[in-house]
């Protein structure tokens, strides 16, 4: 098990206990009134660290009016204007996601540092393929996961060296092969919490995969305090992707649905059914397998492990408890007698 170095971001301690939610406002930075909407959706969504890009010293005035209007941590994207960092930090904001190395040599660093230290307020160092330097390029060739953690321990030591400690570190990559690599080697270096996502991941149908295999992969082998799944999307949509993420590989609760294939026996609209029960299990909070079954092949049998289910039959369904078949239901029935179940769990 990785030892963690606690951060405080907000009110959240990225300890290694929980593993926390990310995601970014993709609506103008000049747009105040839809930028804050736009967080209060995501935190209404299950989001519980949300990022603002702050491309210009007009951007500051987001940092006041989002963090009005939520209670999760906010966190200010700079790049390059060291300047941009002492104005957030003086705004308000809970994190800063900066590369030490581009913003103008070590005074400047020193002069975040102070701020930082001041206030309370962690730093992520954010090092993605596109944002190497030129010298560990030429020295690798290519963006390679060895070349992402030897930048982003640059930027560490850089903050060390600075008597700063309260660090998060993130090295993604559009490589699904390489993010995990880098956050491999990166884990085995040093016990700073890392902030994991595949950067660039796509449109939502291969960003979900690509973000489900790079980060469910290293949330399996114990890495990650803190995940992003990034989407060219409504961010909303990285939320749920996260939580289903996390969900799968055991580390939230919730419902769960298991439901087959179909096959030629099935007799009823399986497919229509388990979208149905999806939605109707999206705002559920128990922690229960649900089972959408084709036919009794699929059902008690296979499926017994489910806390409650359906198997289909010709134009009906057994709904079924722990394996045990409790009556028979109508298609049109099948979704309100499945949640009616549900409620008495």
Same mark, same amino acid.
């Given at each position: 098990m990785?030892?963690?170095k606690?951060?405080?971001?907000?009110?959240?301690?990225?300890?290694?206990?929980h593993?926390?939610?990310?995601?970014?406002?993709?609506? +103008?930075?000049?747009?105040?009134?839809?930028?804050?909407?736009?967080?209060?959706?995501?935190?209404?969504a299950?989001?519980?660290?949300?990022?603002?890009?702050?491309?210009?010293? !007009?951007?500051?005035a987001?940092i006041?009016?989002?963090?009005?209007?939520?209670?999760?941590?906010?966190?200010?994207?700079?790049?390059?204007?060291?300047?941009?960092?002492?104005?957030?930090?003086?705004?308000?904001?809970?994190?800063?996601?900066?590369?030490?190395?581009?913003?103008?040599?070590?005074?400047?660093?020193q002069?975040?540092?102070?701020?930082?230290?001041?206030?309370?307020?962690?730093?992520?160092?954010?090092?993605?393929?596109?944002?190497?330097?030129?010298?560990?390029?030429?020295?690798?060739?290519?963006?390679?996961?060895?070349?992402?953690? !030897?930048?982003?321990?640059?930027?560490?030591?850089?903050?060390?060296?600075?008597?700063?400690?309260?660090?998060?570190?993130?090295?993604?990559?559009?490589?699904v092969?390489?993010m995990?690599?880098?956050?491999?080697?990166?884990?085995?270096?040093?016990?700073?919490?890392?902030?994991?996502?595949?950067?660039?991941?796509g449109?939502?149908?291969?960003?979900?995969?690509?973000?489900?295999?790079?980060?469910?992969?290293?949330?399996?082998?114990?890495?990650?305090?803190?995940i992003?799944?990034?989407?060219?999307?409504?961010?909303?949509?990285?939320?749920?992707?996260?939580?289903?993420?996390?969900?799968?590989?055991?580390?939230?609760?919730?419902?769960?649905?298991?439901?087959?294939?179909?096959?030629? +026996?099935?007799?009823?609209?399986?497919?229509?059914?388990?979208?149905?029960?999806?939605?109707?299990?999206?705002?559920? !909070?128990?922690?229960?397998?649900?089972?959408?079954?084709?036919?009794?092949?699929?059902?008690?049998?296979?499926?017994? !492990?489910?806390?409650?289910?359906?198997?289909?039959?010709?134009?009906c369904?057994?709904?079924?408890?722990?394996?045990?078949?409790?009556?028979?239901?109508?298609?049109?029935?099948?979704?309100?007698?499945?949640?009616?179940?549900?409620?008495?769990?």
């Open positions: 990785r030892e963690i606690p951060v405080k971001v907000g009110n959240c301690i990225l300890d290694g206990k593993i926390y939610i990310q995601s970014m406002l993709n609506t +103008r930075s000049d747009d105040i009134a839809g930028s804050v909407a736009q967080a209060v959706a995501l935190e209404q299950g989001c519980e660290i949300v990022r603002a890009a702050i491309p210009n010293h !007009e951007a500051i987001l006041p009016a989002i963090k009005e209007k939520i209670s999760i941590p906010l966190v200010a994207d700079i790049h390059f204007d060291y300047r941009l960092a002492l104005e957030a930090a003086e705004a308000g904001i809970d994190k800063i996601r900066i590369n030490p190395g581009n913003i103008g040599g070590m005074s400047r660093v002069e975040v540092v102070h701020a930082c230290q001041e206030r309370q307020i962690p730093i992520r160092i954010g090092v993605n393929s596109g944002s190497l330097e030129k010298e560990i390029l030429a020295k690798y060739g290519a963006p390679t996961a060895e070349a992402l953690v !030897e930048s982003a321990m640059g930027h560490v030591h850089m903050l060390e060296e600075c008597g700063f400690d309260d660090i998060v570190i993130s090295m993604k990559s559009s490589d092969n390489t995990i690599d880098a956050y491999r080697l990166c884990a085995q270096q040093c016990n700073y919490p890392l902030h994991l996502g595949v950067t660039e991941a449109t939502e149908r291969m960003g979900m995969l690509k973000s489900a295999i790079g980060i469910g992969s290293l949330i399996h082998d114990g890495i990650g305090e803190t992003r799944v990034s989407l060219t999307e409504d961010p909303v949509k990285e939320i749920r992707a996260a939580r289903d993420i996390l969900k799968c590989i055991g580390k939230r609760g919730g419902p769960q649905i298991v439901s087959c294939p179909t096959c030629g +026996r099935t007799r009823i609209d399986l497919v229509k059914t388990a979208k149905e029960v999806e939605a109707a299990l999206e705002h559920v !909070e128990k922690d229960i397998k649900v089972a959408v079954m084709g036919c009794v092949v699929n059902g008690p049998g296979e499926a017994k !492990e489910a806390d409650i289910g359906i198997a289909g039959g010709d134009g369904a057994m709904l079924f408890r722990k394996g045990t078949v409790l009556r028979k239901v109508a298609e049109q029935d099948i979704v309100p007698e499945l949640m009616a179940e549900i409620e008495k769990l």
